[in-house]
């Protein structure tokens, strides 16, 4: 997409070469229709740790792990780097999915985003 400044107004004006796409926007927002589509990366964590370098070192097939969280715990879903919602492991058959048990509010998303 070409993104050109609109002499006249000083707004962004956007022109795409797409059939049938508008030749130009020119309001300051993007109609979301425009965003419905896009693919974003959605990360699953289970739980966190720490190991020093001897310890990783000493991992080996069967190793256990022991991460922060205890069992029953809700994981963290995000989406792109924002902590986005909260869920519970479940089985697909033989793949693991996860249950959303909670959309985190705005407000905790952006305070997240800060810290």
Known sequence: MDQN?????????ISSPEPGFAADITSSEVPISMLLDLSLPI???????????QDILRLGRGSV??????????????????????????????????RVTRILPRA????????
Do not use: C
């Not at 400044?5 to 004006?13: K, L, S």
């Not at 902590?83 to 793949?95: D, I, K, N, Y």
């Open 65 to 98: 792990i022991q991460l922060d969280r205890l069992a029953g715990e809700p994981i963290d879903v995000y989406v792109g780097n924002r902590r986005f919602a909260e869920g519970e492991v479940v089985l697909l058959g033989e793949t693991f999915g996860v």
């Open 43 to 53: 990360s699953i964590e289970l739980g966190r740790t720490s190991m020093t370098v």
């Open 5 to 13: 400044v609109n002499a006249a107004t000083g707004a962004d004006a």
């Open 108 to 115: 905790n998303a952006v305070e997240e985003i800060a810290a």
